[in-house]
Nanobody, 125 residues
Framework: QVQLVESGGGLVQTGGSLRLSCAASGSTFSRYTMGWFRQAPGKERVFVAA????????AYAASAKGRFTISRDNTKNTGYLQMTSLKPEDTAVYYCATGAVGSTGFPQPTGYEYWGQGTQVTVSS
């Protein structure tokens, strides 16, 4: 059993930065892929980024590439999403998730077994 708690969301102006954290309980987190997804009001939850347990493989959605960086520290059971050059269209609730997901399955929410409660990111124009 893994529990995930996101933090670091908030209100930021266009062009600003935020770093989201995902703190995990349970020893299996370090063996699982970690993903970040986001959901804007009235829209589906979509993939943002993911990283394998070792950090050896990672991927980004096109909207995140070049602006967001995913990382993890397995010694702290914590994952991160560094977001820079934020835009109003990045406004959403951001969720971290984890599970036994291979790199080909990164973008599929159904592959992730455990989810956090989400943290709100609001980018003002």
């Amino acid at each position: 059993q893994v529990q995930l708690v996101e933090s670091g969301g908030g209100l930021v102006q266009t062009g600003g930065s935020l770093r989201l954290s995902c703190a995990a309980s349970g020893s299996t987190f370090s063996r699982y892929t970690m993903g970040w997804f986001r959901q804007a009001p009235g829209k589906e939850r979509v993939f943002v980024a993911a990283i394998t347990w070792s950090g050896g493989s990672y991927a980004y959605a096109a909207s995140a590439k070049g602006r967001f960086t995913i990382s993890r520290d397995n010694t702290k059971n914590t994952g991160y999403l560094q977001m820079t050059s934020l835009k109003p269209e990045d406004t959403a609730v951001y969720y971290c998730a984890t599970g036994a997901v291979g790199s080909t399955g990164f973008p599929q929410p159904t592959g992730y077994e455990y989810w956090g409660q989400g943290t709100q990111v609001t980018v003002s124009s």
